[in-house]
């Protein structure tokens, strides 16, 4: 796996406050990387030393394998936090300097518009834009200059659901060109709908990484119900290893080795016929809040 | 250097404070050449309370070479104007945090600073070459006959007058940079003249010789006044090298500030 980025024991003290401690991590060419983490977890802060406008406490990283520089960032288009314009300037002007910055062309301008659907208020002041037009045109931002990696922070905060889907769709463009994408969100289901890794962050410290594939790893769970209390016939079966009650259903885990049909067989052959029966695809959700609830 | 201008003058000429505060201060320029006149006559009445009878049609202020150290004397006073924009445009990056954009989108934190610099540079010579069109219009206006000899002569007062204003441009550019607050800093660019003089004041007891040391008095140096010479007559008609090298010293010092401030912090 060629590394586009390599994190070495990154850390960012705010005065007694550790927003980041000694973070390692690689993210390799064409992953999109999810980084997960509830408030002030130092998603931002991270996000920010890497593209130079924090100044690490101690640590470092690389960006393609070297020492990071301005010219490096202009390869790299990121959005941290909220959107940041000129207020009055217009899309347009905000953009040319953008351009101008990175050294971009005019038609990679207008081509940008276009994808996030702004250009026919281009000639409008940044400052009248509504938060989903602001989000669209920082989006529209970092994509100038072809980068080879996109970081969007919280990028579809404020979108419509057409908007946010939109967005989805682009990020899986951009990364089926083989282009890498770092992805800080809340929102997990996008994150499992986009991402290919991902890690987890908690005050600070990184206690979880890996590949998203891995999720679905563990252990089944199966969905049950019938006309009769099943309560008690399941504590009798062998193969759970955990039995909740949820939604009106009973939430069994299964052990390893066990399949849904499994459970199925075992219930008629107690002469119950269930009439609710589904294996659940384990989501990242569930995985984030276990890893969290685990690193106390 | 040139496309770092660039940007900077973008992120300007897109601005309608910009040209309002330059159109105001370029006006002012202009309207206070056209009104030295009524200032001659209270010069007038001024000498009169002094004993000392004056000619106005006498008086060589508006004459070549001495229309030079007038007019640039006088025009810096301006130079506060040009500052406010100074302040407000290094204070904006800050308060819409595009600064931090700018960097992220590839400008190193030198690189911005060095944009603003161009600009505070440009701004300079811009003022330098409007009031030295002033000066020699109302030169020709009012000098009974040109010779070139004259017109040529003192013509230093420029150079000073470019210095004044880059100097002072430096120390709003860098005090908008660590107050971030262009209310705050217009206050403590006012201030910090009356600060200064209040320090001066009591190390003159002391340590007279540190006086001319000072960042403000320094830059109020390089153009000394001339008016007294009309009516006491010793004064000094030239620029100092001594006033020029502290000057200049105290403007890399300003900008040198800046750019450790800019540097150090995370924006
Ligand atoms: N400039 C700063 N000065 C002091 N503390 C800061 C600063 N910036 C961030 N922090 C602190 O660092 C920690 C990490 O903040 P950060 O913005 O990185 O979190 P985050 O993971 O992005 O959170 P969110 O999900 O809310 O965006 C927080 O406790 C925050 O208060
Ligand atoms: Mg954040």
């Known amino acids: ?296 | 250097m040139l496309h770092l201008l660039r940007i900077d003058l973008k992120k300007l000429t897109n601005y309608r404070t910009f040209w309002i505060v330059c159109g105001l201060y370029f006006f002012t320029l202009g309207m206070t050449t056209a009104s030295g006149m009524e200032f001659l006559k209270w010069l007038v009445r001024m000498g009169a309370s002094f004993g000392t009878q004056i000619n106005i049609a006498r008086i060589p202020f508006y004459h070549f070479p001495d229309v030079w150290q007038n007019i640039t004397f006088v025009s810096g006073f301006f130079k506060a104007i040009l500052a406010f924009m100074v302040v407000i445009s290094i204070t904006n990056e800050f308060t819409y945090r595009t600064v931090r954009q700018n960097v992220i989108d590839g400008l190193s934190r030198y690189q911005f600073l060095i944009s603003k610099v161009l600009t505070n540079i440009l701004l300079s010579a811009m003022s330098m070459v409007m009031v030295f069109i002033i000066a020699l219009v109302t030169g020709l206006i009012y000098s009974p006959s040109v010779e070139m000899v004259d017109l040529v002569m003192d013509l230093e007062f420029f150079a000073a007058y470019f210095l004044e204003v880059f100097a002072f441009l430096s120390f709003a550019l860098l005090l908008g940079m660590v107050i971030q607050r262009s209310g705050l800093t217009i206050v403590l660019l006012v201030l910090s003249q009356m600060i200064e003089a209040i320090i001066r004041a009591n190390v003159d007891d002391y340590v007279p010789w540190l006086i001319p040391y000072f960042p403000m008095e320094s830059i109020s140096n390089l153009i000394p006044m001339p008016f007294p010479k009309y009516v006491f007559m010793e004064i000094q008609d030239y620029v100092s090298i001594s006033a020029v090298l502290i000057a200049g010293a105290w403007t890399f010092i300003f900008n040198y500030l800046a750019y450790l401030k800019l540097k150090k912090s995370d924006i």
């Open chain 1, 1 to 296: 796996m060629e590394a586009v980025l390599q994190i070495e024991n990154l850390t960012k003290n705010f005065g007694r406050l550790c927003a980041v401690n000694k973070m390692n991590l690689e993210v390799g060419k064409g992953q999109v990387f999810g980084m997960l983490g509830p408030n002030g977890s130092g998603k931002t802060t991270t996000l920010g030393m890497l593209m130079s406008v924090v100044n690490p406490s101690s640590g470092g990283f690389k960006w393609f394998g070297q020492e990071s520089t301005n010219d490096t960032r202009k390869k790299i288009g990121a959005v941290l936090e909220h959107p940041i314009f000129y207020p009055y300037l217009t899309g347009q002007k905000n953009l040319e300097l953008t351009a101008m910055i990175k050294g971009a062309t005019a038609d990679q301008i207008t081509s940008v518009l276009k994808l996030v659907e702004l250009s026919d208020r281009k000639d409008d002041k940044y400052k009248t834009y509504s938060l989903g037009m602001k989000q669209r045109l920082a989006i529209a931002s970092a994509l100038l200059n072809d980068p080879q990696v996109l970081i969007l922070d919280e990028p579809t905060n404020g979108l419509d659901p057409m908007g946010i889907s939109e967005i989805r769709e682009l990020i899986k463009k951009i990364a089926s060109d083989g282009r890498t994408i770092i992805l800080a969100s809340h929102l997990l289901d996008e994150v499992q709908k986009v991402c290919t890794h991902f890690a987890v962050l908690k005050k600070g410290n990184m206690v979880y990484s890996g590949p998203v594939e891995d999720v679905n790893k563990g252990p089944e769970i199966v969905e049950v119900n019938a006309d009769v209390d099943l309560s008690e016939v399941l504590n009798t079966f062998q193969g759970a290893s955990a039995i909740n009650r949820e939604n009106g259903y009973f939430e069994v885990t299964l052990t390893k080795g066990i399949k849904g049909h499994d459970l199925n067989k075992f219930l008629f052959e107690k002469g119950i016929t269930a009439t609710h029966l589904v294996t659940k695809k384990r989501s990242l959700e569930k995985q984030f809040l276990e890893i969290l609830a685990e690193s106390k």
